[in-house]
């Protein structure tokens, strides 16, 4: 089916009728200002434009004589555009993207551009056109259509629905405190396109008027400094009326543009997409009753389409006058803190035709800008999640341990209380689809938040962890039955995921595995042990669902012949309700040296000639296929977590060292300093910052990748970002873990002795940290991945492509900021050799595959530096010193204390021969 997508968006800023800026500007030249800015933000050739409908409220006079076509002209549109005039007054701008959407759909357009203009000074008043208005049936029939002004109208609303005048004036002191805002303003600049205009001006003190040539930048309407004591002190227009010049819109002049497109279209030339048309819909009201008739449309269009209010994160409604906005917000129910967050009309003011096109043009940014600020508030949630229930209590749970009782794990009193507030507050699901109950949350914010909690209670966080995986398993290879009954399970945390992959005789090597799948009925028996199953039961949920990799009879040895299984703990049915044993069984738990607060379970599938029941996953055979669709959120976890213990171990060492005085400094001088102020520790502190900074940088942009290979618009920027993905999780993976073992190791050597006793609890995060080098796959074994997968599959071209990438932006903004040019220097020349690095490794795993083996995990840590230095690069905001102090800073120490260890990789790189020619030293 055919989608009409929003592509680019303008509007000239929106002057006061008569005595403002636009008061001798053609209603052509504002929405042909409008409609080329657009045109031009959209990245579309004028000629591909085939139609432009213009919605206008008085298409007369300098806005009459089909004022659609002299705006596609005026706009730099050719002569084969099209126009079409568009009047419903104050809905006509958001009536002409409904006409030019819907006339994609239908096959008429594929390009087409919606404005909306209103030239009130040119217009209203003496000059406007009254003859012959007036209908003697309506007149006897409805004589307020005719005879009522719309003020009057809004009265009316005012006295039938008992909005007073208090609550009024507090409403419009909202619009226009919403409009100052930062983050109002911040859009402002992305939508309003300045007009060089001639206006007319009354001079001061007298009746004299002159023109001028100005420059239009900004809203003339807007008045930041209002009170609601001044408000209260504005005279009514009517007698013994409410509305107030301060609660109403104001007459004003302007015009807007939206871009709109068929979304095949956008995909194939790459346009940013900033929307997609989903409805339209009308509904009349009392002619007496102005401006309330989305009491009545909005319910239709969302019954139509299968939504609720609350199904609608924002909502623009027409700030005609304050009386009807407030009518038609409190009869819809619609929720305040999404409801015009950056004011309307009362503020910024209201040229008909203009209004429906700005304020759609502006959900769509404002949309954008409320995502980050929402993706601001998660976060914020989640750290105060991991502050109340994770941090405090994570000593005592790791005292306390995970403990197996009468055959079943039993978590930590502090875990499993945790367990419960996280699954009321909805976490589990953050990044699943809607469908199934999920916020649908990017993965970047998912893994950012497991950061947060992994410094909480890294033992916590891997509960989540593992079931976003097995969560993502089921999405994509699951039958429908079980994506319907079970996932939902999975999106509430009612049921948790485990993954039973290793076994005892096989270790890393998945192909030596024994477990065996023999087909029963609708599903299969499966039989055999697996080991190092983290959290493979406990007591805090209904069921626990493992993906077991299984062998069925008859399958090809190796790898080739293993298959993926969903085996629940205990047996479910199709709805998911959870029913008696399933003979899976832990029988015994491991004796870690860390993450005592979580269960890592030998679980046993099967006994006495009884299998577990499981169900196949994907196609038989293609286990390994199936699972590697979730292995890259497993090891982005494992990179997550480790980042998290080391911010953590971090924030502890930094509040240690301000406080613990000990020694003096070295410049001389009497009095014992906190050890900050020692130069040996305040390098250790800056190694153990820049480190984290930059792992966290590597994970995020990882994730970022993620979420565009499943999200982006078009085939071709999925397919890069696959790549990079694929490219790039063994090495966050690997540097990551690596680095936050190097992190917490430090903090000790922070605290001196007091680090390395258990009241401090600072060696607990090193021994979380250790298992990260050794989890989801060994490090060693990332680097074979990376070097000889990832890496060779393409001789190279994929990581060259990134690295040039990122070179270019660094030397971008090296070349314009002068301050960043030091540390550019320092990365340019290993830039220059990886490259070479790059193309030795290819070489040898073509002829010499025990070197490039040996090298593989030098290689891979150069990469990990070197990536990490660039994209710290892309951090700041290049808005000021101030803005770029801190990432600047955090940049320099990378390139001066961090970066040098591309040496060492390098020459290990380079001398790996060495390895292969004294192996014997190791039999």
């Not at 007091?754 to 080098?773: F, I, K, M, N, R």
């Not at 320099?892 to 260890?901: D, E, G, N, S």
């Given at each position: ?710 999200a982006h618009s078009v085939p071709a920027q999925r397919a890069v970002a696959k790549a990079r993905l694929e490219l790039l ?93 030091q540390p550019f220097a320092a990365v340019d020349r290993y830039c220059s050799l990886f490259s070479t690095l790059v193309d ?84």
């Open positions: 089916m055919r989608e009409a997508v929003v592509v680019g968006y303008a509007r000239t800023p929106i002057g006061k009728a008569h005595r403002g800026s636009l008061n001798m500007t053609h209603g052509a030249t504002m929405a042909g200002h409008a409609i080329a800015a657009a045109v031009e933000r959209a990245g579309i050739e004028p000629g591909e434009v085939e139609d432009v409908t213009v919605g206008c409220g008085y298409p007369e006079g300098a806005t009459g004589e089909n004022i659609a076509r002299q705006s596609a002209l005026r706009g730099g549109l050719p002569v084969t555009a099209a126009g079409l005039t568009v009047n419903r007054f104050c809905s006509s701008g958001l009536q002409a993207i409904a006409i030019a959407s819907q006339q994609i759909i239908a096959g008429g357009s594929d390009v087409m551009v919606a404005a909306g203009v209103e030239s009130l000074s040119l217009i209203e008043g003496p000059g406007k056109n009254r003859s012959n208005v007036e209908e003697a049936w309506l007149l006897q029939k409805y004589p307020e259509i005719y005879r009522m002004s719309m003020l009057q109208t809004a009265e009316v609303v005012a006295k039938r629905y008992g909005i007073s005048r208090e609550q009024q004036d507090a409403y419009a002191l909202q619009s226009q405190l919403r409009h100052a805002s930062p983050e109002q303003q911040a859009i402002l600049r992305d939508e309003i396109v300045p007009i060089t205009v001639r206006r007319r001006v009354v001079a001061k003190g007298s009746d004299t008027t002159y023109e001028e040539t100005a420059t239009l930048a900004h809203d003339e309407g807007a008045r930041a400094g209002t009170t609601l004591d001044g408000l209260a002190g504005l005279k009514a227009v009517e007698p013994e009326g409410s509305v107030t010049a301060g609660n109403a819109s104001q007459l004003s002049d302007g015009a807007a543009a939206v871009v709109v497109v068929e979304r095949k279209f956008a995909e194939s030339r790459g346009l940013k997409v900033l929307g997609a048309f989903r409805g339209f819909a009308v509904a009349g009201c009392e002619p007496d009753e102005m401006g309330i008739g989305p009491v009545f449309a909005v319910p239709r269009l969302l019954a139509r389409n299968g939504l609720s209010i609350d199904d609608i994160d924002l909502w623009e409604l027409n700030e005609a006058f304050a009386s009807q906005v407030l009518y038609c917000r409190d009869r819809l129910g619609l929720p305040n803190e999404r409801f015009n967050i950056h004011g309307g009309a009362i503020s910024i003011g209201h040229p008909y035709g203009m209004s429906g096109t700005r304020m759609a043009g502006h959900a769509l940014l404002a949309g954008r800008a409320m995502g980050l600020k929402r993706v601001a508030a998660v976060l914020t949630h989640g750290g105060r999640f991991a502050t109340r229930w994770l941090s405090p209590g994570r000593n005592a749970s790791q005292r306390e341990g995970a403990r197996l009782e009468g055959g079943r794990v039993k978590a930590p009193v502090g875990i499993a209380k945790a367990y419960d507030a996280f699954r009321s507050d909805g976490w589990m699901g953050m990044s699943m689809p809607r469908e199934v109950r999920g916020s649908a949350l990017p993965w970047a914010v998912q893994f950012a938040l497991c950061e947060i909690w992994s410094a909480g209670d890294a033992a916590f966080n891997q509960l989540p962890a593992l079931t976003h995986g097995v969560m993502v398993a089921l999405e994509q290879h699951a039958p429908e039955w079980m994506r319907r009954g079970w996932l939902p399970r999975l999106v509430s945390g009612e049921w948790t995921g485990a993954l039973g992959m290793t076994e005892p005789q096989a270790g890393s090597d998945l192909g030596l595995l024994r477990t065996r799948a023999v087909p029963h009925d609708d599903h299969y028996l499966i039989v055999g042990q697996k080991v190092f199953t983290s959290w493979g039961d406990h007591d805090g949920v209904a069921n626990v669902l493992h993906l077991v990799l299984a062998r069925l009879p008859g399958a090809p040895a190796g790898t080739a012949g293993i298959s993926l299984f969903a085996v629940p703990l205990l047996r479910a049915d199709v709805a998911g309700v959870a029913g008696d044993f399933n003979h899976v069984r832990v029988v015994s738990l491991e004796n870690k040296i860390g993450l005592h607060a979580s269960a890592t379970c030998w679980m046993e599938f099967g006994r006495d000639g009884v299998g577990a029941q499981g169900w196949l996953l994907g196609e038989a055979n293609r286990g390994l296929a199936c699972m590697f669709s979730m292995l890259n959120i497993t090891r982005l976890a494992t990179a997550v977590q480790g980042v998290g213990l080391a911010e953590r171990a971090y924030q502890q060492a930094i509040g240690y060292a301000r406080h613990r005085i000990q020694g003096k400094p070295v410049t001389g001088g009497a009095a014992s300093i906190p050890i900050i102020g020692h130069p040996d520790v305040q390098r250790m502190l800056l190694t153990m910052r820049t480190l984290i900074a930059g792992a966290r940088a590597l994970y995020l942009y990882a994730a970022a990748q993620l979420d565009i290979s499943a999780t063994p090495v966050a993976k690997s540097w990551c873990s690596a680095r936050s073992v190097e992190v917490t190791a430090m903090a000790i050597q922070v605290h001196g002795g007091a680090g390395y006793v258990a009241e401090t609890g600072v060696a607990s995060y090193l021994a979380d940290a250790l298992v990260g080098p050794i989890y989801e796959g060994s490090n060693g074994i990332q680097a074979l991945d990376f070097g000889r997968r990832k890496v060779l599959r393409d001789q190279g071209q994929a990581l060259r492509e990134l690295i040039v990438e990122l070179h270019g932006q660094f030397r971008a903004r090296a070349e314009e900021e002068p301050q960043w040019a030795l490794s290819n070489q040898r795993w073509s002829t010499q595959p025990s070197t490039a083996a040996a090298a593989a995990s030098d290689f891979l840590d150069f990469a990990g530096t070197l990536i990490a230095a660039l994209l710290l690069a892309r951090e700041a905001e290049p808005d000021g010193p101030q803005a770029n102090a801190e990432p600047l800073a955090v940049m320099k120490f990378f390139a001066a204390q961090v970066l040098p260890r591309c040496d060492t990789h390098a020459a290990q790189v380079l001398a790996a021969e060495h390895v292969v020619q004294a192996a014997f030293l190791v039999d």
